[in-house]
């Protein structure tokens, strides 16, 4: 690469927007307290952003600075995914801000630059251009979760996720340095070549080099074995930064895995499915069980995330392009109905962050409950919700990719999860209120809420509508 231009400059044009207004509010950080302010600033910027997204389609394919980075349709879908859980966390955070008392400006020019990262990682062509964006997101979302320095359950949390992400980190760099020492290359395409034709089983060294990548991308999206983070992360951090984490990130770690998976090792395809059945597996059978002991919401939320991100890895499995586009759906409709889910919590104020608090919710807030309904219905799998239509797509994907065993257990798993889920519906509705009402919902966190509920149901009733945007790499 002999440097930039101004055409491959312009690829960057919505990271440059979010990069624009973070340093916009660090510079004004002082002088701006009011919360509705910076809220507006970034719900703004990230409309544009994705506006300017999905604009830079119109002029098809364009790679930029060497062959490190792309716009295609497939990073689009993700930047724009990206932008929309942006522009739903920032609303959800507006009551939160003031209640813990944290510095407006600060905390969104962190959102704004984490989702920069998530966007330069999804748009990456190469191994180290996708390790540079996963680390500037990883970098913002510790300081999110310990943004909330006088609480010391926030603090632990920061603490366990920066020194788990640390090992991982090194264990995704020791996966690109072999990788190099394999193939000579970082970038997908000169990756791919050099492997074509070559025995994974015969070469020990890419052996290693593709399980260390897996494991170091499995992370950040959460998936069993490398899940030991995020129930602890959830718990401790605020709930809006919790939601983004379980919405925004994930779905950058899930475009990175569909990347390198069919573009960079699509000749290994055979060893990775394997690789990505045994994580899909482990995390639903994980996520599902585990979450039927929990009492405290955000961490039944965590394990549940646990859990969606099995489901979502299973339409990888089949190495194809149909099977990435089931994934690309159920990670759409994973973002909205996990927002919405934490969405509610975040309107009940402290009694949403504990199980008991839902007893008798119908007969205080019935249209708090219905939402409470809808997200959980979804996240449950049942008709007519999106969550019925991403999870028939994936698991119609594994079962033709040749992994009947697979598909059986994520429904069986469906109906363990739910009673976690169904059992807070029971309290909502067939309990006795324990607690005074809680407070109205602000409109910002309604106006969320509503959009969240929107897509679930639309996605229900007209999943086509959604799934012809989902094209894979």
């Known amino acids: 690469m002999n440097g930039a231009n101004l055409t491959d400059v312009a690829l960057l044009l919505p990271e440059l927007i979010l990069v624009g207004t973070a340093l916009a509010l660090l510079l004004v950080a002082r002088r701006v307290r009011k919360v509705p302010r910076v809220a507006a600033a970034t719900v703004l910027a990230a409309l544009v952003a994705a506006f300017v997204s999905g604009w830079q389609l119109s002029g098809g394919t364009q790679t930029g600075f060497g062959g490190m980075f792309t716009v295609d349709a497939y990073s689009q879908f993700f930047k724009i995914l990206i932008l929309a859980a942006l522009a739903l966390a920032t609303l959800l955070s507006v009551r939160r801000i003031d209640e813990e008392r944290i510095r407006p400006a600060e905390y969104h020019a962190l959102l704004l630059l984490a989702s920069t990262g998530m966007m330069f990682a999804v748009s990456a062509l190469d191994l180290l251009t996708l390790y540079l964006g996963l680390e500037l997101m990883t970098l913002c979302s510790y300081i999110l979760v310990g943004i909330t320095v006088e609480r010391s359950a926030s603090n632990e949390a920061a603490i366990k996720y ?85 919405a925004a990130s994930k779905a950058a770690g899930l475009a990175a895995i569909g990347r390198v998976c069919l573009v960079a090792f699509a000749s290994e395809s055979r060893f990775l499915s394997v690789v990505l059945a045994g994580l899909a597996g482990l995390s639903i059978l994980v996520g599902s069980i585990i979450a039927l002991a929990q009492t405290d919401m955000k961490r039944l939320l965590a394990y549940s995330s646990i859990a969606h991100a099995g489901y979502a890895i299973l339409g990888f499995i089949s190495g194809t392009p149909d099977g990435a586009s089931a994934t690309m759906t159920y990670t759409c409709f994973h973002v909205f109905m996990t927002l919405g889910a934490f969405g509610v919590v975040i309107a009940l104020g402290a009694r949403g962050e504990k199980l008991d608090g839902y007893q008798g919710l119908a007969a205080q807030r019935p249209g708090t409950a219905a939402l409470m309904l809808l997200f959980l219905l979804s996240l449950t799998g049942i008709p007519p919700t999106a969550g019925f239509a991403a999870k028939f797509v994936v698991i119609l994907s594994v079962m033709r990719a040749g992994y009947p065993g697979l598909a059986v257990l994520a429904v069986v798993c469906s109906v363990v999860s739910a009673f976690v889920y169904l059992r807070v519906a029971v309290l909502m509705y067939m309990k006795e209120p324990q607690e005074p009402a809680p407070s109205g919902c602000p409109a910002p966190v309604f106006a969320a809420l509503a959009v969240a509920a929107l897509v679930t149901i639309l996605g229900g009733i007209f999943p086509g509508s959604f799934l012809r945007w989902a094209v894979s790499p």
Request: proline fraction near 6%; glycine fraction near 8%.
């Open 162 to 246: 920066f020194l788990l992400a640390s090992f991982a980190s090194a264990l995704l760099l020791y996966g690109i340095a072999l990788t190099y020492g394999v193939t000579g290359a970082t970038d997908f395409a000169a990756i791919a070549s050099a492997l074509s034709g070559v025995d994974p089983a015969s070469n020990p060294i890419l052996l290693a080099a593709i399980g260390l990548i897996a494991a170091g991308l499995a992370f950040k999206i959460s998936a069993a074995p490398f899940h030991a983070w995020t129930p602890d992360a959830y718990q401790g951090a605020s709930v809006p930064v919790a939601a983004f984490l379980a």
